[in-house]
């Protein structure tokens, strides 16, 4: 993939899959924009990315706050001249609780990130890109943007929903030049699983997918750098998959 001379937002980038496709953006030429919640973490990402000869900034921002991202926007075509592509990734997994005892507070803060975030996202960058001559657009979605998954309901609903929206977002301006497609991958080794759950857990959750082993995160931003790219461009408006057979099941 060449990126030479585009901006990218990647939000979410100071950990895992977000880490990975900022890295991947400032190896393959694009100046990288790296957002998070935490500035340390996005600071080394930033770091990481120009030590290997790459360019980025970081800007923090939360993307539960639309405010926050429509500053995010206004950051890249200010500091960096335009904006052409963006990954509207960041997101967290909430309470594991079923429907009947799902604590109110954890549904409203999952809502308000990983699906709220996606739209403040479209919401600032559609006209950036516009604006800029064009670009393309990934929202991180999941398996379960398609199937459901006990004790997950707000994750699920969220994932499903973003999956709605990436639709009919990319069919309005499919001829205006902005592309925008979602990603579903599989259970992927990151800090997301790892911080949250213990080793026997995990290796359950490995014994999901026909291919026995969870993902990486160089292989969802292998995906996303795809989807993001030139040769990618009769592809809109679609939910690719990274899950390792989980939903041929
Ligand atoms: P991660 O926890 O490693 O990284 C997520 C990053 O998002 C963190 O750096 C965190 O600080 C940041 N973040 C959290 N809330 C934020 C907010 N309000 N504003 C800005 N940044 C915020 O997680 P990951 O596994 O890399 O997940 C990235 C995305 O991929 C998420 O949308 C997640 O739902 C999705 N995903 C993950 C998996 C998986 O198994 N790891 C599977 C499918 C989809």
Redesign the pocket.
Known sequence: NDFQDKVAIV?????????AIARELGRTGAEVVV????ED?SQAVAEDIRSAGGKAQVCT?????AQAVEALVNFALRECGGLHLAVN?????GPSEKTGDYPLDGWRKVI???LN?VFYGLRYQIPAMMQSGGGAIVN?????GSVGFAKAPA?VAA?HALVGLTKTAAMEYATEGVRINAV??????????S?NLDADTLGQLAGLHPVQR??T?DE?SALTCFLLSERASFITGSYHLVDGGYTAQ
């Open positions: 939000t979410g980038a100071g950990s895992g899959i977000g880490a957002s998070d919640l935490e973490s921002a939360d993307v539960a706050d990734n960041a997101g967290i997994g308000d990130i990983n975030g991180m979605a999941s398996i379960l994750y994932k579903g991958p599989a259970f992927i080794d990151t800090p997301l699983l911080k969870l993902g995160a969802v």
